[in-house]
């Protein structure tokens, strides 16, 4: 047995090697992921990779922990305080590395960015204009995507990065090409073990392209096809609730808090009046219900995002009385807090500009044509497009009236992020007018054309023919159907 001095030196040697493997834990750490690096987490059923940045390190009874944020994932549904969470380093990666991948082919092992986060997958189909189909391994659904959501897949393993194995050939396949290569004439192939051979670039007479792209029109699904009819049980429901006795109805059905009545859909339907503001907000609200509802839909074909806006808010922004507080501060009119709420989501339809939302949609009455006029306000291009449909007006007769809401709104976006509006260099919106739309003869049917133009607008629809004074009143009924099925109570008729 060794003395008890070469025991207690034996024991102090074991603590120091102890105690450098931790170091060294730690340092390996730090190689990757310093604190405030931009990494990937994978998600808790191990099928997602959502982007965030380290927070803080730690090396706890020998496990390793770091604290991220996720750059893509909040707490509220405002959006204003992003998720934080402590993971173990078998659950985090550095953000993948860049790729100059000009196109993918079939079968390609790809990653698409979906629902806030990287999901893996393959191509199955090459489209035109830069657009795959890829089936997700996540959910096996076949979606479509444009090149700048997808990358090669790569994976990260033991700290480095390595691309995804590629589909080897079979024998058979294998054989065959040796076959070929070698000049065995006498080999014959079945069909399907025959070696694709590209064929010799051939010049052609014509100029335009033998094989042009093709161009990937969205599919516009029933749920938000502005041109669908309504199903019979839909227009059944609304007919029955019409027909209750009074006092019954007045509580079954609200927009926003608000109770509509029987009347609301009388007026509504009144080929000889036009849409009132809270006809307008109803189509508004159930538009804005349509987006939340089919976001997938929307996000897989780039359709851009966009949100309606309560009548009020355009007429009470041209209001000196409504638009400012009855206080100045430091001498200068400060906006009312709804006007900043709505700009910052923190009231309906609760979108933030310019993080949830890049355009916005509204309608207004104009002061000199008095009626109806639309706009889309573009945030990030700094411009407002104009929506008239009546023909007997000048088409800017009410510009003076958009270009003092095109001043309000560039204040009111540098107000609502903080900064004083005196101290910022401000950029103008541009104002244009939106050409070839359809025209009315009737000043009644301006309501109901500006909600239709506008919500195909929102689409990208071009075709707007149905959009005409023979087909207004089957607008307006579609329009009230609709409505009233958005909102009433699932269990109402069943």
């Known amino acids: 047995m060794p003395p008890i001095t070469q025991q207690t030196e034996h024991l102090q040697t074991s603590a120091i090697d102890f105690q450098k493997k931790n170091e060294v834990e730690v340092s390996r750490l730090l190689a990757h992921f310093q604190i405030g690096a931009e990494v ?58 860049t790729s100059d991948q000009k196109s993918f082919e079939m079968m390609d092992k790809v990653e698409a960015f979906y629902n806030n986060g990287w999901s893996s997958g393959q191509i199955s189909m090459v489209l035109g204009d830069n657009t ?101 049980h839909k227009l059944s429901r609304l007919q029955n609730w019409m027909t209750l006795k009074p006092g019954m109805h007045e509580t079954s059905l609200s927009i926003n808090d608000n109770k509509i009545r029987k009347s609301f859909f009388q007026s509504m339907e009144n080929a000889k009046k036009d849409l009132k503001k809270e006809h307008i907000d109803g189509a508004f609200a159930m538009l804005n219900c349509r987006r939340n509802e089919n976001a997938a839909w929307f996000h897989n074909y780039k359709i851009p995002k966009a949100c309606f806006l309560p009548m009020e808010f355009l007429n009470c922004l041209l209001s000196d009385d409504l ?37 916005v949609y509204g309608i207004t009455l104009g002061k000199k044509s008095n009626v109806w006029i639309g706009m889309e306000i573009h945030l990030k291009k700094k411009r407002i497009t104009v929506y ?52 009315t003869k009737h000043p009644f049917n301006c309501g109901i054309f500006l909600v239709k133009i506008l919500e195909c607008q929102s689409l990208k629809i071009g075709d707007m023919t149905k959009i005409n004074d023979d087909n207004a009143l089957e607008l307006r009924r579609t329009l009230s159907c609709e409505i009233f099925n958005q909102f009433v109570d699932e269990s109402f008729g069943k």
């Not at 000049?183 to 052609?204: A, C, I, Q």
């Not at 206080?327 to 709420?341: C, P, R, T």
């Not at 107000?415 to 025209?439: C, H, R, Y």
């Open 40 to 97: 990937e987490i994978l998600s808790t059923d191990d099928e997602i990779w959502y982007p965030g940045k380290v927070v803080d390190l730690k090396l706890c009874e020998g496990l390793e922990e770091l604290t991220v944020e996720y750059t893509t994932l909040f707490t509220d549904q405002h959006r204003l305080q992003k998720l934080q969470d402590t993971i173990t380093a078998d659950k985090i990666r550095p953000a993948t590395p």
């Open 132 to 232: 795959y189909s890829v089936c997700l391994y996540t959910s096996m659904e076949t979606i479509l995507f444009k090149h700048s959501d997808l990358r090669i897949h790569r994976e990260w393993k033991d700290g480095v990065w390595k691309m995804a194995d590629k589909v080897k050939p079979d024998k058979k396949r294998k054989a065959a090409a040796s076959s070929q290569n070698s000049g065995m004439d006498n080999v014959f192939l079945r069909r399907s073990e025959r070696v694709p051979k590209r064929s010799r670039d051939t010049k052609t007479p014509f100029k335009s392209d033998r094989n042009p792209a093709l161009t990937v029109i969205p599919e516009i699904i029933p749920a938000v096809d502005p041109f669908s009819t309504p199903a019979e």
């Open 323 to 359: 638009a400012y507080k009855k206080e100045k501060v430091k001498g200068k009119k400060i906006f009312n807090d709804l006007f900043k709420d709505t700009v910052r989501g923190k009231v309906y339809p609760e979108k933030t500009w310019g993080e949830d939302v890049d355009v």
């Open 388 to 439: 008239d449909c009546f023909q007997k007006e000048s088409n800017s007769i009410d510009i003076p009236q958009v270009k003092k809401l095109a001043v309000l709104i560039s204040n009111l976006l540098v107000e609502s992020s903080g900064d004083e509006v005196d101290k910022v260099k401000m950029i103008p919106f541009e104002i244009e007018q939106a050409q070839g739309l359809p025209k």
